[in-house]
Nanobody, 121 residues
Framework: VQLQASGGGLVQAGGSLRVSCVDS????????MGWFRQAPGKEREFVAY????????RYADSVKGRFTIFRDNAKNTAYLQMNSLKPEDTAVYYC???????????????WGQGTLVTVSS
């Protein structure tokens, strides 16, 4: 598993952004895919995960109703669609892969390099 995150950028509050995570390996569908984020001076926190076939998802309360996680196993890609963005969503967003569902960083075996999302007020 080799994860590459992309799609971050600068967006105004209320705007939308989609970040992507591509796995260059061959076992993408064997993993739960998660997104985490880390703001300056804060710990890395769970954002969302999607299960192996995409049939199950879970979200942090802070993003529920605004963010959508989904995956395309044919493209080895996981996505995080972020709508109604707020300045407090500003962070480096990391994708990660795990063999089981989880909401803690230590439960994920593989990590992408992160992509910066900045939301201006």
């Amino acid at each position: 598993v080799q994860l590459q995150a992309s799609g971050g950028g600068l967006v105004q509050a209320g705007g939308s952004l989609r970040v992507s995570c591509v796995d260059s390996g061959r076992t993408f569908s064997s993993y739960v895919m998660g997104w985490f984020r880390q703001a300056p001076g804060k710990e890395r926190e769970f954002v969302a995960y999607v299960t192996w076939s995409g049939g199950g998802t879970r979200y942090a309360d802070s993003v529920k109703g605004r963010f959508t996680i989904f995956r395309d196993n044919a493209k080895n890609t996981a996505y995080l669609q972020m709508n109604s963005l707020k300045p407090e969503d500003t962070a480096v967003y990391y994708c990660a892969a795990a063999t089981q569902v989880g909401v803690q960083p230590f439960e994920y075996e593989y990590w992408g390099q992160g992509t910066l999302v900045t939301v201006s007020s």
